[in-house]
């Protein structure tokens, strides 16, 4: 069965700063992993989708890894900004008959001004 | 503008009774997914839809139903028999299964009263 995790589970970094989120899956054959960003009592925004043939993708300040052979995906936020502030998800479709998506637990980000 | 809509965004229900969330999206999306969100949990399936007439049970199907007679249209019913139906919902839309970014809708947070 799929696991996904996140670490850290929580992260307050002032402003400014470079920083990285981590994202594990335990099951390797995924289609693709996507992360999304959710603010207080709001739905998902996606962020970045990274296919599982590449490497990484970027949007912006974000950057986003995919080494599927180790079942790890990083999210890298360059000069953060208060705004950043959110809950940061990866989720990964999985390569089953009805492919699902599963969802990591989160890092909650806070960006201090 | 395309997108996914739920509603309402707020729901109070009573106990004993099945209540509908609503989710609509314009984006022309084959696929479609409910989530549920608790607190300080990752999202969990509920139920997801590939294709018109066709859906498929999640992890934690017990006490919900679904219909898919629209494409456009996925309703999910909170039955009674769901024990602990408090939390917030998402539905998510994708065009298909492969190599596809999922968009969410802006939830509903349902309160058993």
């Known amino acids: 069965k799929q696991e996904v995790t996140q670490i850290p589970a929580a992260l307050s970094v002032p402003e400014g700063e470079n920083l990285v989120l981590n994202c594990s899956f335990t099951?390797?054959?995924?289609?693709?992993l996507q992360w999304f960003r959710q603010d207080p009592g709001k739905g998902l925004t996606s962020l970045l989708l990274?296919?599982?043939?590449?490497r990484e993708q970027t949007s912006g300040r974000l950057n986003a890894s995919l080494d599927k052979s180790s079942g790890r995906s990083t999210l890298y936020i360059a000069a953060s900004q208060p705004g950043d502030s959110a809950t940061y998800l990866c989720?990964?479709?999985?390569?089953?008959?009805?492919?699902?998506?599963?969802f990591g637990p989160g890092t909650s980000l806070s960006v201090i001004p | 503008d395309g997108g996914i809509t739920q509603s309402p965004k707020y729901l109070f229900r009573k106990e004993g009774q099945n209540v509908t969330l609503s989710c609509e999206q314009n984006?022309?999306?084959?696929?479609m997914y409910w989530y549920r969100q608790d607190p300080g949990q990752g999202l969990r399936l509920i139920y997801y839809s590939q294709i018109v007439n066709d859906f498929q049970k999640g992890d934690i199907a017990e006490g919900y139903s679904v219909s898919r007679e629209k494409k456009e249209s996925f309703p999910l019913t909170v039955t009674s028999a769901q024990k602990n139906p408090t939390a917030f919902y998402l539905c998510?839309?994708?065009?298909?299964?492969?190599?596809?970014?999922?968009?969410f809708g802006q939830g509903t947070r349902l309160t058993v009263v």
């Open positions: 990274i296919q599982s043939s590449q």
């Open positions: 989720a990964v479709r999985m390569k089953t008959s009805y492919d699902k998506v599963i």
């Open positions: 099951d390797s054959a995924i289609y693709n």
């Open positions: 998510a839309s994708s065009m298909g299964t492969v190599n596809t970014e999922a968009f």
């Open positions: 984006l022309n999306h084959d696929a």
